[in-house]
């Protein structure tokens, strides 16, 4: 069991530019979400994959995107970057479609400037 | 639709008990709770299921009031190692595009104290 982890740890970007993020799920973990979490918040919820199709998507604008891949990967795109997207991504995995705990990647802390 | 948390936060010495509340205004189907310290990721505790279970953990134990949409996480005689931010996860369904998609509180800072 290797976990989840995500790439990079840290991000500058400047606004109007586009960013990509990325997930690597536990081997079996089907569905994978992403949230966003600003400081001191809760993280909210962005969207969630299972079985590389998206499965729900919270308040975000189009402009936030994602992929899942068949080897557990996933992406998050973010177009246009605003200064209020500056904030910590958290990936989470889960092993199937019934209700278990999430296993969550320690994030990627984005920069907008 | 997000959960309410309370109390924000609570400062313990070892040995103490505490007690977390969540609550919705959304029926749900389940309710996780997660700790997360500073500068890592969040970490599952538990997942309490429409029903009504009480599940436990070490010394960390928690019940869902299905009727008043209300989940408590019970920490007894505290030890350093539970400080952190504790978080409910509510989920309202399992169809519909809701299944999985955790709405979290703002969390309760819990600081243990020797």
């Known amino acids: 069991e290797t976990g989840v982890t995500q790439s990079p740890t840290h991000l500058i970007k400047t606004r109007g530019q586009q960013v990509t993020l990325r997930c690597s799920s536990q081997s079996g973990h089907n569905t994978v979400s992403w949230y966003q979490q600003a400081l001191g918040q809760g993280p909210q919820f962005i969207f969630q994959?299972?079985?590389?199709?998206?499965?729900g998507r919270g308040n975000f604008p189009p402009r936030f995107s994602g992929l899942q891949f068949p080897n557990y990967s996933s992406e998050l795109n973010v177009n246009a970057l605003e200064l209020d997207d500056s904030a910590l991504y958290l990936c989470?995995?889960?092993?199937?479609?019934?209700?278990?705990?999430?296993?969550f990647g320690s994030g990627t802390r984005l920069t907008v400037v | 639709q997000q959960p309410v948390q309370s109390p924000q936060a609570v400062i313990l010495r070892e040995g103490e008990d505490a007690v977390i509340n969540c609550s919705s205004s959304?029926?749900?189907?389940?309710v996780h709770w997660y700790r997360q310290k500073h500068g890592e990721a969040p970490v599952f505790l538990m997942i309490l299921l429409k029903g009504g279970e009480q599940k436990g953990h070490e010394k960390i134990s928690a019940s869902f009031n299905e009727k008043k949409q209300q989940s408590s996480l019970y920490l007894t005689a505290s030890q350093l190692s539970y400080s952190g931010t504790y978080f409910c996860g509510t989920e309202m369904g399992l169809y519909g595009g809701s299944q999985g998609n955790l709405i979290f509180g703002k969390g309760t800072k819990l600081s243990v104290k020797p």
């Open positions: 989470a995995s889960s092993p199937a479609w019934v209700t278990y705990g999430y296993t």
């Open positions: 994959y299972y079985r590389e199709e998206e499965n």
């Open positions: 959304k029926a749900l189907y389940s």
